[in-house]
């Protein structure tokens, strides 16, 4: 009996040092977020914390490290990053309206040990989905996003659900959404509280047909009241590369954010106006 006793307890520790070793914390995930801005800033990869089997990803498909546009110094307007120490994520969203080609990036790290394990990035500039780096830099950097107080924070299920439900109403028209007041939605530069009203709602309708939107992960930064999701409109290998992050405080939506990657760049996309207006192309006028 005193023998298996041992067994566990040895057992135990073993496992409580292996879980000790790989902690996934705030400021971890911050340490490697900041190494990813510096890197993608100088356009020097080195600056990476990289784990030495990293993998790479940009617009979902997988690409060389030497390939990505981490390798590309960008002159960074604005940034914003969401943690997830229960998943060992992150989530950053980089604007660039600088240096010749604007741009607007969705970057997810994985993380384990303090080691960026993937990098996985959604790039979007013209001709992009209502693309406007200019309006996408003016709203997203004018608008509130401080942590909410304890008692206005959402849990991380209800955000992942209150995510769900809105990408499925794309396909079902009768779910129930947990719209807050105000709202607003930026999708690629187009915003939909010009004027900051504060009555705003982000219920402005949603496109006719059903639309499956599959392929979802998430990252949940529940101190935050945040939720990114990225996933592809339709198809599950060859749908419109996406990502949405939603932002809640007492279980409502109050901000949400949209990065969408054309495919298909002979087919042209609505762009946006830098006053975050929608321009569509001549065929739709």
């Given at each position: ?46 600056k ?6 990293a993998?790479?990803?940009?617009n ?5 490290r ?56 959604l ?29 206005e924070?959402t ?68 101190e ?8 592809r ?16 405080v007492?279980?409502?939506?109050h901000?949400?954010?949209t ?27």
């Amino acid at each position: 009996m005193i023998r298996i006793i041992t067994i566990v307890c040895s057992l135990l520790f073993v496992t409580l040092n292996v879980q000790a070793q790989s902690a996934c914390t705030r400021p971890v995930l911050q340490t490697a977020v900041d190494s990813y801005l510096a890197a993608q800033g100088a356009g020097d990869i080195s600056k990476m914390a990289l784990a030495a089997d990293a993998k790479f990803f940009e617009n979902m498909a997988e690409v060389a490290r030497d390939k990505g546009l981490w390798n590309t110094a960008l002159p960074i307007a604005f940034s914003r990053s969401i943690l997830d120490p229960s998943r060992c994520r992150t989530f950053t969203e980089v604007i660039v309206t600088e240096g010749g080609h604007p741009y607007v990036l969705g970057t997810r790290l994985n993380v384990a040990d303090g080691k960026i394990t993937e990098i996985n990035g959604l790039v979007t500039d013209k001709g992009d989905w209502l693309f406007n780096a200019n309006a996408y830099l003016k709203y997203s950097k004018a608008e509130e996003w401080s942590t909410p107080a304890p008692a206005e924070r959402t849990p991380a299920q209800i955000l992942i659900d209150a995510a769900n439900r809105y990408l499925d109403v794309f396909a079902d028209k009768q779910i129930d959404l947990p719209w807050g007041m105000p709202c607003a939605r930026l999708e690629g530069g187009a915003y939909t509280n010009r004027d900051n009203k504060p009555d705003a709602s982000c219920n402005i309708g949603i496109p006719p047909g059903v639309l499956y939107i599959v392929n979802r992960s998430f990252v949940v930064d529940e101190e935050q009241g945040v939720v990114n999701v990225f996933c592809r409109f339709g198809n599950s290998s060859t749908g419109m590369p996406d990502s949405h992050t939603f932002r809640l405080v007492n279980g409502k939506f109050h901000h949400i954010h949209t990065l969408s990657v054309n495919l298909n760049p002979d087919t042209p996309s609505p762009q946006a106006a830098d006053d975050g207006s929608m321009i569509r192309p001549p065929a739709q006028q």
